[in-house]
């Protein structure tokens, strides 16, 4: 076999567990929100407290996105790859002492760490995919991988809801009129609902850093970015772009987030469940009598519609980017954000519930327009610019808690403004740059 065929062989070996890691963190991602209206019930949290749990998750990006650059560049992809692994499986432990002494705050060090790791594979994969093969093609490469971490996001509340929401929550008053053995197991049984699912995933993690550890992976060129970032940093449409990631970052979380608690306000799980079609649908995913089920569950399996709608946007958005202007469908998909939020502002029921899902579609195209637009004409210091974008992923710490302070104060009609100013930018800075010319 010739020296050009086993390379190739090895790439795409390489690209095939890559793929496997975009899948997970995604996969990952999201069911951490499937843990917040439990935890917000367990520990009797008021929203804000309960999106702190986000902030943990997403500050890690803030804090170690640069130094896990800086880290890369001393012991390579391979190593990196699974010290990220390795760090996200012990994010994971985490929770099991954290569910069973009851523990808020080591439940919060368990997001951090966990999302610690993360964000080292997301500084090591995402440049690796692309010099994986033929830089024409490299672009393809990354968005076929995306796809499957939106497969990943598109499914986790659907496992959320079915291992995590599924038991009924107890209120404080509950708990405290059962008796002392009656406590003990219902504690058992709370600590087990958080406990199984994340053990399963690190023991899942630890077997693919393992596999990592034994895959040649191919040997490439030296991309480790610069940690010199003083001259990006003055690039005011790189910045610009950069508030518009934090925003998008945030306001897409936001919504996932609190999505199963503004369902829940809108009373819709005795809707769902005398609605033929959504009966059938929550029955199927759940697999059990929606009588068994617990309201968060309920509701919880339509969040499933918000990540796929991100899934199925991202493909059309794909081929929208190639006809037209990338600036100009970036605008589009914007405004119909803001409109599908205010629909569901002024509406109730499941008119209410589809519009806030549909957001998930209009959201799909703009992690990706907004990162190669602020990217564009930085030339050699895209490393460093790509290193300043990610670390505005730290939205999804800010803006979550952000909206939930304002849900606990006057409620969830006034949080949807936040998240509107946030599309309101986005549109704003995909105005402003109508006339670039970007290859998506």
């Known amino acids: 076999m010739s020296t050009a065929q086993n390379t190739n062989k090895s790439y795409r070996t390489a690209f095939l567990f890559l793929t496997i890691l975009f899948f997970l963190w995604g996969f990952i991602t999201v069911l951490v929100d499937s843990l917040i209206p439990r935890l917000k019930e367990v520990f009797t949290l008021s929203y804000f407290q309960a999106g702190m749990v986000q902030f943990a998750f997403f500050g890690a ?118 008796s002392e053995a009656k406590q003990k197991a219902y504690y058992i049984a709370e600590a087990g609902a958080v406990q199984k699912p994340f053990l399963g995933i690190a023991i899942f993690i630890a077997v693919i850093a393992l596999v990592f550890a034994f895959v040649n992976l191919p040997k490439v060129g030296n991309t480790a970015a610069s940690n010199d970032y003083r001259k990006v940093l003055k690039n005011k449409n790189l910045m610009l772009g950069a508030v518009g990631l934090f925003f998008y970052v945030g306001a897409e979380v936001a919504l996932g987030s609190y999505m199963v608690n503004y369902f829940l306000t809108l009373e819709l799980s005795e809707i769902i469940k005398s609605t033929p079609y959504l009966r059938n649908i929550a029955q199927w995913i759940l697999d059990t009598g929606l009588e068994n089920a617990s309201n968060m569950a309920v509701v919880g399996v339509f969040v499933t519609f918000y990540w796929t709608g991100a899934m199925i946007g991202r493909f059309i958005g794909s081929y929208l980017t190639k006809i037209f202007n990338p600036a100009v469908v970036l605008c589009a998909f914007a405004a119909f954000a803001i409109l599908m939020v205010n629909i569901s502002n002024l509406s109730v029921g499941v008119i209410a519930m589809w519009t806030i899902i549909a957001v998930g579609l209009f959201n799909s195209i703009m992690f990706p327009t907004i990162f190669s637009l602020a990217l564009d004409g930085l030339g050699d210091d895209k490393p460093q610019g790509s290193g300043v974008l990610c670390t505005m992923i730290v939205g999804g710490a800010v803006l979550p808690p952000s909206f939930g302070f304002l849900t606990d104060r006057f409620g969830f009609s006034i949080a949807f403004i936040l998240v509107m100013v946030a599309y309101a930018y986005i549109f704003f800075y995909g105005f402003i740059n109508r006339k670039r010319q970007v290859e998506i």
């Not at 994971?92 to 080591?106: D, G, K, T």
Request: with cysteine; charged share 10%; proline share 4%.
């Open 61 to 178: 990006f803030f804090v170690l996105s640069i130094p896990a650059g800086y880290i890369l560049s001393k012991i390579g992809y391979k190593k990196g790859i699974i010290l990220g692994l390795s760090t996200m499986a012990a994010g994971c432990l985490l929770f099991w002492p954290a569910a069973s002494f009851r523990v808020f705050w080591v439940f919060m060090l368990g997001y951090f760490v966990l999302a610690g790791g993360i964000t080292i594979l997301q500084v090591a994969a995402n440049p690796y995919v692309t010099i994986l093969g033929p830089e024409r093609s490299a672009s393809s490469r990354l968005n076929l991988s995306q796809a499957f971490n939106s497969l990943g996001t598109a499914i986790a509340p659907a496992i959320g809801a079915l291992f995590i929401l599924r038991d009924k929550v107890m209120s404080t008053a509950e708990i405290d009129a059962l």
